[in-house]
């Protein structure tokens, strides 16, 4: 009855042609129904019947993505089938599914020793594809005998399919390298093609992981070099010899002559000379001939009409660029030509190499080339474009640049590109230009000032980074403006409400720093310099006072009060705050503006507080290294890890707001020059601390001495007056900039601006690749084997050598015979003689080794 019913199931069983069909109709529903099918079917015992469902099984996996290692045990099942179709589909499935951590894998073993051994080449074809993918550490331990064998099969289709299981077996048992390694280089003399082709490649792969391991075999691989007429096999060679050729310089030597040969062939196809160039120029570079002949030819790429070998001669002269950049300057007009090709990979390898000839005489060339060809690019290869100019131009602490009111320019044109997206790279840069660069000061206020007022980048998000250093630029160096007023104007505009809460924030600092040096100089007493900035008057009638008369600086304090007044009831906290601390200042100097204008001489308290805060904002900004913080040592017996939570009952005065009290009712005062004004009223007095106070800091200090530094306060830190230096600088400054570097250098030309520097050791260093190969097993099998072959040698030939003294000395024997005799003493005396003179000469040579190196 079950025979019955497993005949009718095969009968009527779906092949895979049916679930191909049935699967067009419609995926969903029909894929579960053929799965509730195939595991039906493949649980039967008819071979025939499995195999077709496992078919149809490895079907659905390849292509839809069907589990199937709960088939694993059936896979194994058709394997051991003795037909040669279930084989097949059994090892289809095995090799599709299988992996080093499937049950029944130890169940196969056998199995693959079975075929590898049968006498049917295409059983053992099936068996090495298998164990080529899914060869783990104990089948190639198991199967290296036989793979062995293989190697020395008399059928080229069994021999190759060995050869290529050779890679797998090695790297998961380097010890089989002891078995078949010199099997595998004797298929190096084999005259088959196909065998020829299979063993270089196997040698190609091992080389690129340990190319050391393989110089001993430099000879061989010449050999086919020279003699070799397949393309295929000669660009493996040439890859090896890329390597070799990168650790034994004496190679290059010998290999450039017949890489040289197969450039000047006519009729050589572009693979193998794309190969030749590409190995002259990674690993020959320093054979003159070699090198000129290759550029010779790599421009015959670049005129090509074919995209592709445009961009393999691109790609060429990409690899030679850091070290013959001449190679590349030769070829600049085509480079240049490849940046308004259609193949978007043949522009980006363009943009490239354009960028690796930039330096300090052709930088300005080059941006304006560049930003020509990104205004009427897609977005991506634009913003590609201006990427890599800000790459190379700030390379190294903007090395290349001389100009940098022409760089500073350069960015302005860039964030005025139509899809440019690339805010952030040039923010940091104008930012990073001001801190270091004193030089460039001028030109930077200025092109701040004209992005400010440019209404095209408040509707582009990805240029609101740039307006936020502008307006950072506009505050922070107000001092080289030539018109104040027209910065606080720009800062305020009504349409910077289309700009993020957080750079508005930066809009409205920038105007307090503008009104700060404004009221600085009106309030002051000295006469303005000739680099003094002058407001321009609203009023002809007025007189100026340092440079502002009180028609312009109260316009300027007006126009900053209107323009706040609408962002003091914004949603945003911080540029609420912004907005009333500024008003709450202008409401507390207004008055003060026209008493100034009437009574020159008066300090008042709000003149101080103008001038504290214009203390605040004139410390200059320098550039901080990312590596600073790392820079501070930690005081020895400081601990921070502890709760301190005690501190606060101690240091409760302290931290008290101040009362009431010290304010003045009926009078607004500045709280921050109270601040300033009260404590060098308490630093001049020499009142005592409260007694209270300091004996229970005292105390405190005594019981928990850990949580503190060691005070080492002595009269030296104290200045003329008495006063404690509080300040004294026990830590050396996160950037060390000496106010030398600041100095310009004497050149003959156009001298450059003095570029702040940090130290050499502020830049993150890379780590080395600490991770250990796994390939040192292999490489240290592959050095044993072939010095196990050179002594091989080596005592062959002593042995041949020991021969030829065995002979020597039967002929001496028997020429002291033939001497004895006395009818033919003389002559055969003679003879011996020549033939002693002979065999001697004979051992007494060497044995000559050629040597492919010299």
């Known amino acids: 009855m079950a025979s019955s019913n497993s005949l009718m199931d095969s009968l009527f069983q779906r092949s895979l042609e049916d679930l191909i069909k049935g699967l067009r109709l419609g995926e969903s529903t029909f894929i579960s129904k053929s799965l509730e099918e195939i595991r039906r079917e493949i649980k039967l015992t008819d071979l025939s019947t499995k195999s077709v469902a496992l078919q149809k099984l490895s079907y659905l996996a390849a292509l839809h993505g069907v589990d199937m290692t709960w088939a694993a045990f059936h896979a194994v099942e058709v394997v051991s089938s003795s037909r040669f179709a279930h084989k097949r589909i059994g090892y289809h499935a095995i090799a599709q599914s299988f992996s080093d951590q499937t049950p029944v894998l130890l169940l196969i073993t056998n199995q693959l020793r079975k075929d590898l051994n049968s006498s049917n080449e295409y059983e053992v074809s099936l068996a090495l594809e298998c164990l080529a993918r899914i060869g783990t550490d104990d089948l190639a331990r198991d199967l290296t005998s036989e793979v062995f064998t293989l190697l020395g099969s008399s059928k080229a289709l069994v021999r190759k399919k060995a050869i290529g299981v050779v890679l797998r077996v090695f790297d998961k048992y380097p010890d089989a390298v002891k078995v078949c390694f010199k099997r595998l280089v004797e298929n190096l003399e084999s005259s088959d093609p196909q065998l020829l082709s299979a063993v270089v490649g196997v040698f190609c792969e091992l080389t690129a992981k340990d190319p050391r391991s393989y110089l001993p075999l430099a000879p061989e691989f010449y050999k086919i070099l020279v003699d070799s007429r397949n393309n295929w096999v000669l660009i493996k060679v040439l890859k090896i010899f890329a390597k070799l050729a990168s650790i034994e310089p004496r190679l290059a030597k010998k290999v450039a002559d017949p890489v040289c040969e197969h450039m000047r062939k006519q009729n050589v196809g572009k693979s193998l000379l794309f190969e030749c160039i590409r190995t ?77 000839m930039v330096n300090e005489d052709n930088v300005t060339e080059i941006s304006r080339i560049l930003m020509n060809y990104a205004l009427k690019s897609d977005p991506l290869f634009c913003n590609e474009i201006i990427g890599s100019i800000l790459v190379a131009c700030s390379r190294d602490s903007y090395e290349i640049i001389v100009d940098f009111d022409w760089y500073l320019s350069l960015l302005s044109e860039m964030a005025r590109v139509p899809n440019c997206q690339r805010g952030k790279e040039i923010e940091h840069q104008l930012i990073d230009i001001g801190t270091r660069v004193k030089d460039a000061r001028l030109e930077l206020v200025r092109v701040s000032r004209a992005l400010l007022i440019d209404p095209a980048l408040l509707g582009n998000q990805y240029l609101h980074p740039i307006l936020s250093a502008a307006a950072w630029a506009s505050g922070e160096y107000v001092e080289f403006s030539k018109a104040p007023y027209e910065i606080a104007e720009a800062l305020l505009q009504p349409r910077t409400c289309l700009l993020p809460h957080s750079i508005r924030a930066i809009y409205i600092h920038s105007a307090f720093k503008v009104l700060v040096f404004s009221l600085g100089v009106y309030f002051s007493a000295q006469e303005p310099t000739s680099s003094s900035l ?157 007694l209270e106070s300091s004996s229970l800091l005292a105390e405190h200090r005594k019981r928990h001495g850990l949580y503190y530094l060691s005070s080492q306060k002595s009269d030296d830190h104290k200045d003329r007056d008495g006063n404690d230096d509080n300040t004294s600088n026990e830590y050396p400054p996160a950037n060390e900039i000496s106010v030398d570097s600041f100095k310009s250098k004497k050149k003959l030309s156009k001298p450059r601006p003095v570029v702040v520097k940090l130290d050499e050791g502020d830049e993150p260093k890379t780590k080395p690749d600490a991770s250990s190969s796994n390939d040192e097993p292999l490489s240290r099998a592959i050095q044993t084997a072939l010095m196990g072959k050179g002594k091989g040698k080596e005592k062959e030939r002593v042995k041949e050598n020991h021969e030829i003294n065995l002979d020597t000395e039967n002929i001496e024997q028997s020429s002291r015979r033939e001497k004895k005799k006395e009818k033919n003493g003389e002559r055969s005396s003679k003879r011996s003689s020549r033939r002693q003179k002979d065999k001697e000469a004979s051992v007494t040579k060497p044995v000559e080794v050629p040597d492919l190196l010299l």
């Open 534 to 690: 002058v407001q321009e008057s609203t009023s002809s009638g007025s007189s100026a006072v340092n440079g502002f008369t009180y028609d312009s600086i109260s316009s300027l304090v007006s126009m900053i009060e209107l323009g706040l007044c609408s962002l003091s009831g914004t949603i945003d906290v911080e540029v609420q705050e912004r907005a009333k601390n500024i008003l709450g200042f202008i409401g507390i100097i207004k008055h003060e503006i026209a008493e100034k204008a009437t009574f020159q001489d008066s300090e008042t308290e709000v003149h101080r507080a103008i001038a504290f805060m214009e203390d605040v904002f004139s410390e200059e900004l320098g550039p901080v290294s990312s590596t600073a913080q790392e820079k501070v040592p930690l005081p020895e017996g400081l601990e921070l890890n502890e709760n301190l939570e005690g501190l606060q009952e101690i240091c409760r005065e302290v931290l008290e707001p101040m009362a009431e009290s010290d304010y003045s009712s009926d009078k607004v005062s500045f709280s921050v020059a109270k601040l300033r004004i009260r404590d060098q009223e308490e630093a001049s007095s020499s009142l005592p601390p409260p």
């Open 280 to 356: 002259v120029f990674s690993s020959l570079s320093d054979q003159e001939v070699a090198l000129k002949l290759a550029v010779v030819k790599i421009r015959e790429f670049l005129m090509d009409d074919d995209p592709n070998l445009k961009y393999l001669g691109l790609h060429a002269l990409s690899i030679v660029a850091p070290k013959h950049l001449w190679a590349v300057l030769e070829n600049k007009e085509a480079v240049v030509k490849a940046m308004s090709d259609e193949d978007p990979n043949v522009k980006r390898e363009a943009l490239h190499l354009l960028m690796a």
